[in-house]
């Protein structure tokens, strides 16, 4: 007797639609037996993972917080990720956005600006995450270079940019040698949608994204390029259309998208430029990309359940001592067992038994 | 009736391979249902049936290469279990595959050693190889590096790898296919020795006339069962035709009085270096073609027909515009899309991956070459009730099976496939159609549909441009024959006078000397 993986005839839509969670399935029983490795009691760990965040008001807009740069992020990797582009780099291509961005915030410090200054500070995070994005775009159409380690490596530069300019020109003088900018002017800072709470503008600029990307993919023939570039290449060639445009256009605008969540998260939620303004936003929009099937309604979903295990994992912290890092630990084997089910859209399991008993017939 | 040895001629012996209930399972999908087939020594054995009729499977299941799911293998009256294609080689079974396992930068004899399973040296196989070929008449220079040699070469190294192991029984998978038909007759001799030495062979192919002049016995296989075991001398082309089919084949039959009109896709001179390594270069080629004409591109594969095509449908263009010229617009610059405004349609070889996108819907697919210029795309956005619309005229025209509206590609048959590919291109009433190998593969209620539409199209007035490697195929509805060899076009011969001599020698790259061709216009 052996299992085996059998190929279907056809993609299986059910298996499409319940694969995240089946995944989510899996990882979760992970981590049960993982926390009672730690020697703490799994129940306890998965309620203050998953439930408790969800009973009080405080925790749900946190969700909805955090999860806006993983959605926004998200979306554009999977555009890249449909077209058969690796960004790995929106982690790069967000801070140079959030940096684009405070750079007019920080030179307009104090000056009564105008009202200008937000949508100026937007714009030019935007187009700096896109250009950032370009560059390994145009390396791998121009040379050939794999787009997965030049986007990634440069994310370590623009890491290291932040983090110049913040302990040298832009610190805040008044800020104790702290390595951060001052706080930004209110004309710099995104407004909030109910006073005295953390729900930002941003949010509602992510669910236009999201309803942006859901056209683009489902409606139009730029979209269809999109995807059929990524899913067969030559068959895209035949229908007229060029991949490298396709490149191009898809890590521009995952740059753009990352660019614009990094300055939303500055100049929203942080307030000011300082190291650390990602705990690893454009790595968790990678996992959120997939889990949500590269679809812009599924990357929603996915988008506040990986916020979710942010929170959650703050509060396990907080209330059972289990270290933050094991949140990394949950989104790292959620992506690997997402990526596994994803075999179960095109195969099954299926049993086999040897069966050599057959009528002896003679000829 | 079934019982093979009903010719008297084996009865008493064991014979050298035997199969009972021979049945391999996909799924749900029986690719062969309870097959019993004999095969004896000294028996050239054809193995018969349309694509998808279960011949490849059955032969990876008698070459260990598959485990069938019930049944049981006899060798020499023996039961045995073939857990791989090197047990089955040990045991004294080759095979030659249709397609070939070839290194392309390796040498013949580099080739030929690591296809061995023993511990000779290399220097004792380089011998062996050069006294294999030169017994069995099939000469190979086994220094040459595997690219530099042609379709028909390769095959010779494939046949002599497996010689070299003495098989009692040899399999070939449609070794005809790739070759010209001198070179198939070359071929014939080497098998009829082979024959003569005690051996067995299982040979596979479609080509009825190929069979009845070569093969003692036939098993015919029909949706993965056995339908018939005779001899194939007994029978005649349309009654092999039959239990293959399952009935009667559908004749094309051209509109009498075809009305040639004005060039609508001419190429003058064109000379293109190829887009990757060990490619074909096309040399100055020209050829003119006319409305309501249908002209046949012959030639072995690889001697430069994908080139031709790329070239054709723009996914590769040529700096000099005027090399290609349609509807009487310089167009050697243009994109697809743009050559598509002006009228022409593509037909690639590869069904699946090129002429569509294997996991998008048949109405994806559509879009895929319809969105320039049939009025599925206004301001950007996707008109899906045009796109459905097509793909249910091109059912309804085509009888287009599938299980549901609108399934994904990868789901349909081959030949189901190929009607939609082409019945979508049809549909948009091109001035200018270029096929590539329009029934490869596909089963002979298909291919008839196919060519009528082509036959159909062309009688509409439209210049049809079709490259195969199936000389039948060209013969029954082109107009004129040119033969492609080496990345050179030789001049097109009308059918009248492209026999099938003509045609093999131009696709063996001789040319016609001006006496030989009148010489052969009255034979």
Known sequence: MQLVLEKRAERSNTIALISPLIAIGLTIVTMVILFAILGKNPLLALHAYFIAPLTDSYSLEEIAVKATPLVMIAIGLSLCYLANAWNIGAEGQFLIGAVAGSWIAVKTQGTDAGVWVL????????????????????????????????SLMLVYVADLVLDYLVRGPWRDPHGFNFPTTAEFDPVATVPLLIEGGRLHLGSIVALLVVAAAAILLGRTIKGFEIRVVGAAPRAARFGGFNSNQSVILTFAVSGALAGLAGIIEVAGPVGHLQPGISPGYGFTAIIVAFLGRLNPLGILIAGLFLALTFIGGEQAQITMK?????????????????????????????????????????G | MLDP????????????????????????????????????????????GENGAGKSTLVKAIYGLIQP???????????????????????????VFQHFSLFDNLTVAENVALGLDGRESFKDISARLEQVSKT?????????????????????????????????????????????????????????RLKAEGRAILYISHKLEEVKRLCDTATILRGGKKVETCNPRLE?????????????????????GRQTTVPRLVVNDLTLAPGEAHGVRLEHISFELKGGEILGIAGVAGNGQDELFAALSGERLSRDPGTIVIEGLAAGHLSITQRRKLGAAFVPEERLGHGTAPRMKLSENALLTGHAASGMVHHGFIDTAATLKTVDRTTETFDVRKAKRDPEAASLSG????????????????????????????????????????????????????????????????????????????????????TREKLGLLMGGSTLEPEEAVHAVGA
């Open chain 2, 69 to 95: 799911s019930a049944g049981d293998i006899f060798w020499n009256g023996k039961p045995v279990a073939l857990t791989g294609p090197s047990e089955a080689r040990s045991r004294g079974i080759g095979m």
């Open chain 2, 415 to 498: 030949g189901n496939l190929q009607k939609f590919i082409v019945g979508r291109e049809i549909l948009r009433n091109p001035a200018v159609l270029v096929v590539s190998q329009p029934t490869w593969g596909v089963d002979a209620g298909a291919a008839a549909v196919i060519r009528q539409a082509l036959l159909d199209l062309a009688t509409a007035g439209a210049a049809v441009l079709v490259t195969s490697q199936d000389l039948d195929e060209l013969a029954e509805i082109a107009d004129r024959i040119a033969v492609m060899f080496h990345g050179h076009l030789s001049a097109p011969l009308a059918i009248s006078e492209a």
């Open chain 1, 322 to 362: 289990i270290p933050l890092d094991v949140t990394k630990v949950f989104q790292g084997i959620l992506l690997f067992y997402v990526l596994a089910c994803d075999s179960l859209i095109l195969y099954r399991f299926k049993l086999v038994f040897p069966n050599r008993q057959v009528a002896r017939g003679t």
């Open chain 2, 136 to 192: 069995y008449g099939l000469p190979l220079d086994p220094k040459r590096e595997v690219w530099q040699l042609s379709v028909g070469e390769r095959q010779r190294i494939e046949i002599v790898r497996a010689l070299m192991q003495d098989p009692q029984f040899l399999i070939l998978d449609e070794p005809t296919a790739v070759l010209t038909p001198q070179e198939a007759d070359q071929l014939f001799i080497v098998l009829e």
């Open chain 2, 236 to 256: 005649t082309a349309a009654s092999l035709a039959r239990m293959m089919v399952g009935g009667e084949v559908k004749q094309v039959k051209a509109a009498a």
């Open chain 1, 119 to 150: 949508p100026v500070m937007l714009v030019l995070a935007a187009a700096a995450g896109a250009l950032y994005a370009l560059i390994p775009a145009i390396c791998k159409v121009k040379f050939g270079a794999s787009e997965i380690l030049t």
């Open chain 2, 5 to 48: 040895t009903t010719n008297g001629l084996h009865s008493g012996e064991t014979p050298l391979l035997r199969t009972i209930g021979l049945t391999k399972r996909y799924g749900d999908f029986l690719a062969n249902d309870a097959i019993d087939i004999d095969i004896w020594p000294k028996e050239i054995h054809a193995l018969l």
